[in-house]
């Protein structure tokens, strides 16, 4: 139903801003372990974006092709498995975190035509559109103050490791949850892995 639909794609629109709107959180604290200095941190904080801006056009010709649903799950999968190596890249040093944070950027550049996509099959015009949008754009709108709130607190009770595992073992079990209920177009009942 609609409904069910609407609410994944809040739900996937919450993490993909998270991890868009987070990793600039948990930087301070990483260059705090590893000692970098304020120019390697700016590189850090500047390689997500260049990932991000490859893969949208990309992204939009692979979801029209492969569906949507596709896209979306390797773009879930890939920023789970990336938060999940990112405690691990600091041993490569500033190359080391660049690299997986310049790939969780390549990794999240398909959800907006994907999605966008999406709300096109699922949304149908008329009276309960606006509602319908609105709904879903929560989860972006809500992601920078989700963000803000929880990911530094996290970072100094459990430290940004646990953060990063913690982020990713969700995002993991939303991604099994989106993988069997999502669905690409109302009445379409298999939502095959790569479309004809």
Known sequence: PRPVMYGLLTIQQLFVYLTRFGYPYLVPFIVQEYGFNDA????????????????????????????AKSMLIINLVGMTALMAMLPRAGAFGVPGVSACLFGLGLMSGPFIPASTLMKVNWVPYGPSRAW??????????????????????????????????????????????????????????QSAAVAD
């Open 132 to 189: 319908a949008l609105y709904v879903i754009s929560l989860g972006s709108n809500l992601a920078k103050t989700v963000g803000a709130l929880t990911i530094p607190v996290l970072c100094s009770k459990i430290g940004w490791r646990s953060t990063s595992y913690l982020f990713s073992a969700i995002m993991g079990v939303y991604t099994l949850v989106w993988t069997v209920v999502a669905r690409n177009k109302p009445g379409d009942a």
């Open 40 to 67: 390697q941190r700016a590189q850090l904080l500047s390689s997500f974006v260049p990932g991000y801006i490859v893969t949208q056009i990309p992204g939009g010709h692979y979801a029209q092709k492969w569906g």
